[in-house]
């Protein structure tokens, strides 16, 4: 079956909608990350630019993490307790919340 030319548009037409959705998100988290780190902090400049940098090398990590565990389980249960992991080693066992909580559902 031949697939229906306007579905097609349409569908182009929301994939793009959501990659720009997703663009600005990610764009967003970036910049209220470097906030905080400045006001808690106090990041400059020098020490901003390593900040973001790691944001983005951390974010990246993280999707490529899930992206590959859901290729064997789609409820990515290896990826969530190593991202878990992390999390509770910089929080501390008292303030460290679990992936279901952190994010209020499963994905």
Not at 4 to 21: G, R, V
Not at 40 to 49: A, C, D, F, I, Y
Not at 79 to 86: L, P
Request: aromatic content about 8%; glycine content about 6%.
């Amino acid at each position: 079956m031949k697939p229906n030319a306007l579905i097609s548009k349409i569908e182009a037409k929301y994939n793009a909608l959501f990659h720009l959705k997703m663009d600005m998100l990610m764009q967003m988290g970036q910049d209220a990350a470097m906030i905080a780190a400045h006001e808690v902090l106090q990041l400059g400049p020098g020490r901003s630019e390593a900040f973001c940098t790691a944001y983005i090398e951390a974010m990246n990590g993280m999707a490529r993490m899930v992206c590959e565990d859901q290729q064997d389980d789609s409820e990515f249960v290896y990826a969530k307790a190593k991202i878990d992991e992390q999390i509770r080693a910089i929080v501390g066992d008292d303030l460290f919340k679990p992936w279901e909580e952190r994010y209020g559902r499963n994905l």
